[in-house]
């Protein structure tokens, strides 16, 4: 264990809290203990003992030098064999044989009959849609088509703002007031044609794998309504994989774009770091947020990323973009098949606590790649245990800061769940931020020199189905590469013996995404994978 002792870490939080002018009860100091959040304090202690430091953090490593390392930017296009339900349907739209207006009134429909048991929309926009379908259709009548996702419904995390619509963040905190402009991620959805259809459900704040939330309840699963569907983009990916929309935006800071999407058995797509912009979105943690897309099929995600990439203004993170695109942005397509796959050996930093059917899952995944004629590599990655725990770590302290004064000025309208984990992040040392940014950097280089050897990691997504409703459950695979900003995508790949969706992952080095999106569309193409929803 860590040379500090829990006492000890008890001792600091309350210095710290009382230094940051948040005032709290003595039975809040034993809630949070019980939760066993300062434990996740003393875990951090062991990552500290065990990984070698760098003497540079991983914050003041120059900017050039990390941009120019990433593995390209090329965009995704579809083919003609290309096959998804956006395409699919959008090649009705745009041939006149099927009415955006009729679209819209079916997802509505669809909403109004399952959302009271589902709960999956904050709000739904009935007449704003409708008038956004009659504008669209007429556009196409006129010949102005404007692509595959004009006239498409696709819903929106609560957490981006929609102009004329209040972003609450799953919270009773920020309030009513209606956004007067759009987050860049929306607009450019509105911009391609888009219909968007309402805002959806979240933990409070983004701030749980679990779809629990004490202001708005939690969102039921469409598969097993006695079942969660995961956190925290839960709303959007419920809405997805019950046909209430086409796709939807999701953020992910520890996996909550691809926690879901394994739950509901469809796909998450988690983008490199810096590739799409999160300007307009109620943050949790800086360094680790990510804009996120679930879908009903890898093609559909990939088209999302395609409208909603590139740099922003608003956003320095999109700063990345420029330098990475500067010299690999016309690579060619490789054939899939000559991709080298790293497969988790010696238990891969916790395979061994994965759920018998997700590791069933995953091993029938890899024999399935084994025997496309993939070239498998075992990988030794003990380092993933650490990885956990430093992004538990940083996501703390970031998000304790994030919401300093909200905590000073309403910490009783926080849920309890959400309340005491933003607690537990001032339970952390002066030094430790910069401890956790030096340990950082070395993992980077780490899985830079691993994605030297091989193109795609392949792992679970999650370490069992989903778990009962509003149970919150384990992390493994997901929260390591939001560390790291890699790009990382779930689809679905089985199901429990009681017929519950299970996600495999496949995750690549910097700015690799073409790698991850190609791969998951020759698996979904082959019939391994293929949407459960």
Known sequence: ???????????????????????????????????????????????????????????????GEREARPRGTRRWQPGPETRSPILDTSRLVGNRELSPVDLAARAIERIGERDPLINAFQELLVEEVIRA????????????YLGPLHGIPVAVKDIFDLRGTATRAGSAILGGRPAEVDATAVSRLRAAGAILIGKTRMSEFAYSP?????????????????????????????????????????TDTGGSVRIPASFCGIVGFKPSFGRASLAGCAGLSWSLDHPGFLARSAADAALLLGICEGPDALDPRTSRW????????????????????????????????????AAAAWEAGIAWLGRSGFDLVEVEL????????????????????WHHSLQRESLGLYGDFTRLRLLAGWAYGPADFVRAHILRSG????????????????????MEGPPPLAEVPRLSYTSPFNLLGLPAFSMPAGLTDGGLPLGLQIVSGSWGDHLVLDLALLLEAEGFGAPTA
Do not use: K, W
């Open 443 to 462: 993992l980077r280089r780490r899985f830079e020199a691993l994605f030297e050897g091989i193109d795609v990691l392949v792992t679970p997504t999650m």
């Open 382 to 401: 003990p380092e993933l245990r650490a990885m956990r725990s430093l992004n538990t770590t940083i996501l703390a302290i970031e998000a304790a800061q």
């Open 322 to 357: 420029s330098a990475a695109s500067s010299g690999e942005a016309g690579e060619a397509r490789r054939d899939p098949r000559g991709m080298r796959i790293g497969v988790l050996a010696g238990g891969g930093g916790g395979a061994s606590i994965v759920a018998p059917e």
């Open 133 to 144: 379908a009659r504008a669209a259709e007429a556009e196409i009548l006129a010949g102005r």
């Open 210 to 250: 679990g779809s629990n939330n004490d202001n708005f309840g939690p969102t039921r699963n469409p598969r097993a309504t006695d079942r969660d569907s995961g956190g925290s983009s839960s709303g959007s990916a419920a809405a997805v994989a019950d046909g209430m929309a086409f796709a939807a935006l999701g």
């Open 1 to 63: 264990m860590g040379e500090i002792s829990l006492g000890a870490i008890m001792d600091r939080f309350r210095a710290n809290l009382a230094g940051a002018g948040i005032v709290l009860a003595e039975s809040e100091f034993e809630r949070v203990e019980a939760m066993g959040l300062l434990r996740q304090v003393h875990a951090f202690e062991d990552c500290v003992s065990l990984l070698p430091p760098l003497p540079v953090p991983d914050y003041l490593e120059s900017r």
